[in-house]
């Protein structure tokens, strides 16, 4: 009867059963790290063991490896221990390689003590997992479960790290799941694990469900917060990204010009242009946010749709200045003269023509209105004249030019 006990256990690990239902079958029978009893290396070896283990106490590494090396161990047991002693020391040494060469003949091995297998199984496992060898720790985590009847938060943790680096993402959910289970307190790592899983799996809700546990967990980590807007965003819930980028802004979590600038951006969309305007122009200021050209354009277009049209004109005269931009210039002396302002139209929609615009006659046709409203007859119809030559603007240019005669007649202007 043990014998179909230890098998079925073993086939319950080895398909990723949890260790509960493992010791449901061995429950019948003694963990196995209490049956293994502890044994003592001959006496040969044990004068070796004795004297490498001395040097190390007092230091002396190197000595207390070549002492050990030299221990002519017999029996499986002696060669056993020897072996876990030396993984141990090379561990110390840093030449991972070499303890764990050592240490997987400790293990493979399997007649140490039941303390002394536990502990060299654990240790095995915990340098292929810092050797990133992945394949080979996680089925030594398993082990070490299994011999010592436990289930441990970090060693889940271990695993789930394994599988996350084999991207085998639907282990990393179940061995996380079980981390999260045995933790005395929340494991940011172990959370973090499930929604690497979950973003690869695109399944962004989930991530969403997992962000939004993390966050009141650890709401001093800034990027959190970062990230739960993002995957609202993501996910298409534009009024929870908002909500949650704005008040990670009220709390200072929000330190990159990306992060700003997206959630100026959602607070235009969603009717607060110039609450956007604000947040933009006071980082532009301090100095985190460039002051280029795309940002003084859209700063220009928050106080354009916030109907501060001053604002925008000015904003958007810097924002042309930049580059020479006879677009921005354009749409700066479109905002003048839509304010009343059309003697200073003027000159940004000359700037405009001088830049160069694909459509020139929309600047001409622009200077025909501003010298109209200036009653400058002879200089609104030359620009007439000019936009009427323009696909864009030929019919509405033609159509003012009768008017703009009209105008000069009765004011009795020569055109």
Not at 369 to 387: C, E, F, G, M, T
């Amino acid at each position: 009867m043990r014998k179909v006990n230890t098998i079925a256990a073993a086939l319950l690990l080895s398909l990723g059963g949890s260790l509960a239902a493992t010791q449901a079958v061995l429950a019948a029978e003694k963990c196995p790290i209490e049956k293994r009893k502890n044994k003592a290396v001959g006496q040969t070896v044990g004068k070796k063991v004795q004297k490498s283990f001395a040097a190390y106490t007092e230091g002396n590494l190197d000595e207390a490896l070549a002492i050990l090396l030299e221990a002519n161990a017999k029996n499986s047991f002696d060669k056993a221990y020897v072996a876990r002693m030396l993984g141990n020391f090379y561990a110390e040494k840093n030449q991972m390689k070499t303890a764990i060469k050592y240490l997987k003949s400790a293990v493979d091995a399997d007649v140490l003590g039941g303390i002394e297998h536990a502990q060299t199984l654990k240790l095995y496992a915990d340098l292929l997992i810092q050797e990133k060898q992945f394949k080979e720790a996680i089925p030594a985590y398993y082990s070490w479960m299994a011999f010592t009847c436990k289930e441990d938060a970090n060693v889940y943790k271990r695993i789930a790290i394994g599988y996350s680096e084999l991207k085998d993402w639907n282990k990393v959910l179940s061995v996380a799941d079980k981390g999260i289970a045995l933790s005395d307190k929340p494991d940011k790592t172990l959370y973090q694990l499930k929604l690497t899983a979950y973003y690869n799996q695109k399944k962004y809700k989930n991530s969403v469900k997992v962000l939004e546990i993390m966050v009141p967990l650890f709401s001093e980590d800034k990027r959190l917060w970062v990230q739960l807007a993002q995957f609202y965003l993501l996910t298409g819930d534009e009024t929870r990204s908002l909500a949650t980028y704005d008040l990670a802004y009220k709390n200072g979590f929000l330190e990159t010009a990306g992060n700003i600038t997206r959630l100026a951006q959602l607070l235009a969309a969603d009717g607060s242009p110039y609450y956007a305007a604000k947040i933009l122009s006071k980082h532009i200021k301090s100095g985190l946010l460039k002051s280029d050209e795309k940002t003084l354009s859209m700063l220009a277009g928050f106080y354009q749709n916030a109907k501060q049209m001053k604002q925008a004109a000015q904003t958007y005269g810097k924002a042309a200045a930049i580059n020479n931009s006879g677009k921005l210039y354009l749409k700066q002396g479109r905002l003048l003269a839509l304010d009343g302002q059309h003697k200073d139209a003027v000159s940004p929609l000359k700037k405009a023509l001088d830049a160069g615009i694909k459509n020139p006659g929309s600047a001409q046709f622009e200077l025909a209105l501003a010298y109209l409203n200036l009653k400058q007859y002879k200089r609104a119809y030359k620009y007439a004249k000019l936009a009427a030559n323009d696909k864009k603007t030929g019919r509405t240019a033609k159509s003012y030019l009768s008017y703009i005669k009209d105008k000069a007649r009765i004011n009795n202007v020569a055109l």
